[in-house]
């Protein structure tokens, strides 16, 4: 590989900021920089980490540029070519998806999705959706009524659809330890 597969340019950020305010902020992210580094470093070493340093999970900072890699280099059996394939299984056997998940173990998804879908996307008709499903979050607290509101939701539409894609709904059910109170009571109802 000749180059890094990610670049970033911050143009459009640093817009935002008042005059000399980053100047102001060089030295504290510079820091933080070299911090970040050091960990990579550190992580990829695969010494022994000093206690302060503990729990040390740098691996997502590389993660990116190793998947793209992968893709290049592997395509078909690659992880990113797997997960498109999965969503495009999910896109046809299902119009709602529904993600039981608490904290980090999900938040990634959930900020994705609200970072690149408009607002009312689950409002929308299939076909302004492109096919792609519905998506629900829940899981992260065990409020009965929420639940029992989606529940219904999605009951409604597979009685109106009973052999259609648009009456069925997959789950995704995220946990890191499997025994997360909150996602194990939401997948139970």
Same mark, same amino acid.
Request: proline fraction near 6%; glycine fraction near 8%.
């Given at each position: 590989? /000749?180059?890094? =597969?990610? /670049?970033?340019?911050?143009?459009?950020?640093?817009?935002? =900021?008042?005059?000399?305010?980053?100047?102001?902020?060089?030295?504290?992210?510079?820091?933080?920089?070299?911090? /970040? !580094?050091?960990? +990579?470093? &550190?992580?990829?070493?695969?010494?022994? !980490?000093? @206690?302060?340093? &503990?729990? !040390?999970?740098?691996?997502?900072?590389?993660?990116?540029?190793?998947?793209? @890699?992968?893709?290049?280099?592997?395509?078909?059996?690659?992880?990113?070519?797997? =997960?498109?394939?999965?969503?495009?299984?999910?896109? &046809?056997?299902?119009?709602?998806?529904?993600?039981?998940?608490?904290?980090?173990?999900?938040?990634?998804?959930?900020?994705?999705?609200?970072?690149? %879908?408009?607002?009312?996307?689950?409002?929308?008709?299939?076909?302004?959706? &492109?096919? @792609?499903?519905? !998506?629900?979050?829940?899981?992260?607290? +065990?409020?009965?009524?929420?639940?029992?509101?989606? =529940?219904?939701?999605?009951?409604? %539409?597979?009685?109106?659809?009973?052999?259609?894609?648009?009456?069925?709904? @997959?789950?995704?059910?995220?946990?890191?330890?499997?025994?997360?109170?909150?996602?194990?009571?939401?997948? %139970?109802?």
């Amino acid at each position: 590989m /000749t180059g890094p =597969l990610l /670049t970033y340019h911050p143009d459009a950020a640093l817009r935002l =900021l008042r005059p000399g305010r980053l100047a102001g902020l060089q030295a504290a992210l510079e820091v933080a920089r070299d911090e /970040t !580094l050091n960990d +990579v470093d &550190q992580w990829q070493s695969g010494q022994p !980490l000093p @206690a302060e340093r &503990q729990p !040390l999970d740098a691996g997502f900072i590389q993660w990116p540029e190793e998947l793209l @890699a992968d893709l290049q280099g592997n395509r078909a059996s690659s992880l990113v070519a797997r =997960l498109e394939d999965s969503g495009k299984r999910l896109q &046809q056997l299902a119009d709602s998806l529904v993600v039981l998940g608490i904290g980090g173990s999900y938040m990634g998804m959930r900020a994705m999705f609200e970072a690149l %879908r408009p607002a009312c996307w689950n409002e929308l008709c299939r076909t302004s959706r &492109q096919g @792609a499903p519905r !998506l629900y979050f829940d899981g992260w607290n +065990v409020d009965s009524d929420r639940q029992q509101e989606l =529940l219904s939701l999605l009951d409604q %539409r597979a009685a109106a659809n009973p052999n259609a894609v648009d009456g069925r709904t @997959a789950v995704i059910s995220i946990s890191k330890s499997g025994g997360t109170l909150e996602p194990a009571v939401a997948f %139970r109802a």
